[in-house]
């Protein structure tokens, strides 16, 4: 959004810019789970994420090799500098997006809202992102479903109970496009500037903070399921469902049967 933070970042050809403690809290996030998986998590993927169209009508078409090759030597986290509540850029070709965890902030940030309002039962859906305020007004859980991937009939592979909890999802079926047999989808790998490969469609990550689910679940699709698995399982009070592309379903110890 024009004269945000980011979009202040974004236009100020690598000068200092000063910024909410709400940004840069945010930005120090991200940079700890871009160190966390080694890079695979990259803020400053803009420059090639803007190369593809994942929502136009019609979406596509794959960028050339020679584009990508351009911009790829600008997509480098280290870049991004923070110090208190001032951002630089330290390549001015470089530009910031949160798409991988603002959603999740956003969530979490209603939730909180809601709390201070005294509302004590709520299900905030933000697309993707689901989040319990407590539970039924009857004591029950919500009742939140996992759609199967690429499911034309919405069919799901899966129904998670959910009080005070947050469960997010990132996949390769919602925003994609097929170009001569193959799938193309918006989840990019930011040492090649194409979208990832790792023989997932979807993760589910069911978290108390919706934050922390929406950067794991994009995580873990980055790092494939064994690393993804072992980074889950290296945290507490997160579980995950693992959606392989064969159809393959795996969960970790923790995650709800339904």
């Not at 000068?15 to 945010?26: F, K, N, R, Y």
Request: net charge negative; hydrophobic share 35%; with cysteine.
């Amino acid at each position: 959004k024009e004269g945000s933070d980011i979009w202040n970042i974004n236009h100020a050809n690598g000068q200092p810019v000063t910024v909410d403690s709400e940004t840069a809290s945010l930005l120090q996030t991200a940079l700890y789970w871009s160190e966390k998986t080694d890079g695979l998590i990259d803020p400053t993927i803009t420059p090639i994420s803007r190369l593809w169209n994942f929502s136009g009508d019609p979406a596509g078409p794959v960028p050339k090799q020679s584009q990508i090759n351009a911009l790829l030597p600008h997509v480098d986290y280290h870049n991004i500098r923070i110090d208190g509540n001032t951002v630089t850029l330290a390549d001015p070709d470089a530009q910031l997006d949160l798409g991988f965890l603002a959603k999740g902030a956003i969530a979490d940030r209603l939730k909180a809202f809601f709390l201070q309002k005294n509302i004590t039962s709520a299900l905030i859906n933000l697309g993707g992102n689901v989040l319990a305020v407590g539970q039924n007004p009857d004591g029950t859980a919500f009742r939140t479903g996992i759609k199967k991937p690429f499911s034309e009939t919405n069919e799901l592979v899966d129904i998670v109970a959910l009080k005070d909890q947050s469960l997010v999802s990132s996949g390769n079926y919602e925003r994609c496009f097929r170009e001569n047999g193959v799938l193309y989808h918006h989840i990019l790998d930011p040492r090649a500037g194409y979208p990832a490969d790792t023989g997932l469609s979807s993760v589910p990550i069911l978290s108390d903070s919706s934050t922390d689910g929406d950067a794991l679940s994009t995580s873990c699709f980055l790092l494939g399921y064994e690393k993804g698995r072992e980074l889950i399982d290296s945290l507490p009070d997160v579980e995950a469902l693992f959606l392989l592309s064969d159809g393959t379903i795996y969960r970790t110890d923790g995650f709800p049967q339904s």
